[in-house]
């Protein structure tokens, strides 16, 4: 049987995204594109060679000038989603962690900081949502979490 070889453009690759889920002072922070209409938990892309905790690491240095702490493993969510016509498949690792400073001020023009209250932070609109929905389970039980996509 011969086995046809198909060169893999991105949008079939799966991408590994290190987050951190973070709160101060019962608020929630959350990242979100320059003018954007939704939000999404700090963190990355890992890089081939590079550990989750030390991607997390280097993307919060580089978006925000801080440094995380205390990085606890919390649970993963698989996602699939179309964006500009190209679909991602992505592995989102999730960790708990507190951050240096109270400076929430971006470093790069794309994206900003905010802080949700916690209360509230159930009803935004978070991506990916099924993410949201583990991180608001966590806070009641604690328990690490794995939310795989549905075809």
């Known amino acids: 049987m011969k086995i046809n070889h198909v060169n893999k453009t991105r949008d079939q690759n799966i991408e590994i995204i290190s987050r951190v889920f973070i709160l ?7 990242c979100k594109q320059t003018g954007g209409d939704y939000y999404f938990f700090p963190g990355g892309h890992v ?4 550990n989750t905790k030390k991607a997390l690491a280097r993307e919060i240095k580089e978006e925000l000038g ?7 493993f919390i649970g993963a969510v698989e996602h699939i989603y179309e964006d500009s016509s190209q679909k991602h498949h992505e592995i989102n690792l999730v960790f708990s962690g507190k951050i240096e ?3 929430f001020q971006s470093r790069e023009d794309h ?3 905010v802080l949700k209250d916690l209360k509230s932070f159930a009803k935004e609109k978070v991506l990916p949502m099924t993410l949201r929905d583990a991180i608001v389970e966590w806070l009641k039980n604690k328990k690490p979490f794995w939310r795989e ?3």
Not at 24 to 30: H, S, T
């Open 149 to 151: 996509w549905k075809e």
């Open 47 to 50: 890089e081939f060679g590079e």
């Open 24 to 30: 101060v002072d019962n608020k929630v922070l959350l």
């Open 111 to 113: 994206i900003e900081f």
């Open 66 to 72: 801080a440094s995380v702490m205390n990085l606890s």
């Open 101 to 103: 400073g109270t400076n």
